[in-house]
């Protein structure tokens, strides 16, 4: 019995749809959803079984469907467009936040009551809970359906999303504040019911975990792989690259799928990837050796396990214990983004090297010899990181090509 968890975020919520999507298509049942904010939003949607009304919604979100903005004008402001005929407009807007005390919602509440089915959602037996917090009592809340008076619903997932900026919700004379100052990840919510399998899904990289005292409880965390922009992107552009990355990521974790930027199913042994790094083209890693002084009558192999393959593991983007699969491919990857390839797709590892050799077009390379008293200088080689990180792949192209 699986139970998922939200976290609350702002505009990065469409990376929830990608990740519910994808547990769609994996045949993942959930009997319980918690979340907050955002979270607690798209959590609702979840429960209530839509996918396709929730994803039309996030397809085509712009800013002046969550908040009482003109989108013209805020484009206008983000790219520093402003005429002298807008400045009375801006001023306007400026003045009514100050003087509701935030950003009026009320298009979001609109947005909720078009589609939010609250007696469809008490209806359907799933555990449902949200966070928010009490600014009137200075109290948190954590609440499920149960707790929540019959046409309240909404109300109450407008507060647990009050994010600072917005203006605050208001029920039965109470005001009440975004629950991601007090539980931006509400797992326990669900641990309480008694799931002991959950699903939690970020929308930030990093944060504290505070499920991982709870005995008996697997958490399979879902994290995006890159930065999902700013809580206040609510943009069309950015919620579709959200919805793509949540469902690749998911596929990543539940598939067994490596690569960061890319998607790829790997169906070689660590052995291929060995022979690849320390049967590197000879001459282009001497060109390397020789500007670095690393070479010095140390044997080629000794000189790859003992230099080159550490220094590749700081210069790239993989995890301190890189396994030699990790290093080929982010340096492929690598290659992959600077041509253009396809990104949201899943590749074969067959597939991905083989595009990547299509693509490859070598960098002119210079190598620089550096004075003697510099040479074997870790944090020089840093600094020019990108002129090696394109010799070694230089090298390791030639390699594959070979195969």
């Keep these: 019995m699986y139970g998922i968890v939200l976290e609350g975020g702002g505009g990065r919520g469409a990376y929830q749809l990608g990740v519910w999507k994808a547990l769609r298509e994996l045949g993942v049942d959930y009997q319980g959803v918690a979340g907050t904010s955002v979270g607690a939003l798209n959590g609702a949607m979840m429960v209530q079984g839509d996918f396709e009304m929730a994803l039309d919604i996030w397809s085509d979100i712009t800013p002046s469907k969550v908040v009482k903005i003109d989108d013209e004008l805020l484009e206008k402001v983000k790219h520093l467009k402003i005429t002298s005929d807008d400045t009375s407009s801006l001023l306007q807007g400026i003045k009514n936040i100050f003087h509701n005390r935030g950003m ?28 928010t917090v009490s600014l009137t009592d200075l109290t948190p809340l954590r609440l499920f359906l149960h707790d929540i008076p019959q046409g309240k619903l909404i109300d109450y997932l407008l507060a647990s999303a009050s994010i600072p900026g917005f203006q605050r919700q208001r029920i039965d004379n109470k005001a009440f504040i975004d ?35 709870m005995k008996d409880l697997e958490v399979t965390l879902i994290k995006p792989s890159e930065s999902l922009g700013s809580i206040f992107d609510f943009t069309r552009k ?19 799928y490596h690569g960061r930027r890319y998607c790829i199913d790997v169906n070689r042994d660590e052995e291929y990837f060995l022979d690849i790094i320390l049967q590197m083209e000879q001459e282009k890693l001497k060109d390397i050796l020789d500007g670095w002084g690393a070479s010095d009558g140390m044997p080629q192999k000794r000189i790859i396990m003992e230099r080159v393959v550490p220094l590749l593991a700081e210069l790239l983007p993989v995890p301190t214990c890189a396994s030699y699969q990790d290093i080929v491919v982010a340096l492929l990857e690598r290659t992959a983004a600077k041509a253009g390839v396809e990104r949201f797709k899943v590749y074969s590892y067959d597939d991905f090297e083989c595009n990547v050799l299509k693509v490859y077009q070598p960098t002119k390379q210079v190598t620089a010899r550096l004075p003697k008293i510099l040479r074997r200088n870790e944090l020089l080689l840093r600094t020019r990181s990108d002129q090696i990180l394109d010799m070694i792949t230089a090298a390791i192209v030639c390699k594959i090509k070979q195969n």
Aim: charged content about 25%; proline content about 2%; aromatic content about 8%.
């Design 179 to 213: 629950g991601g100052i007090y539980d931006n990840l509400p797992v326990s919510l669900l641990a309480q019911k008694g799931f002991k399998n959950i699903i939690a899904v970020r929308l930030v990289r990093k944060g504290l975990k505070k499920w991982e005292n």
């Design 238 to 256: 950015r919620a579709h690259n959200n919805i793509e990355l949540g469902y690749f990521d998911t596929l990543k974790i539940f598939k067994g």
């Design 104 to 131: 009026n919602t009320a298009p979001l509440r609109s947005l909720l009551q078009q589609h939010i089915d609250e007696q469809r959602i008490r209806k359907t037996g799933l555990e449902f809970g949200i966070v």
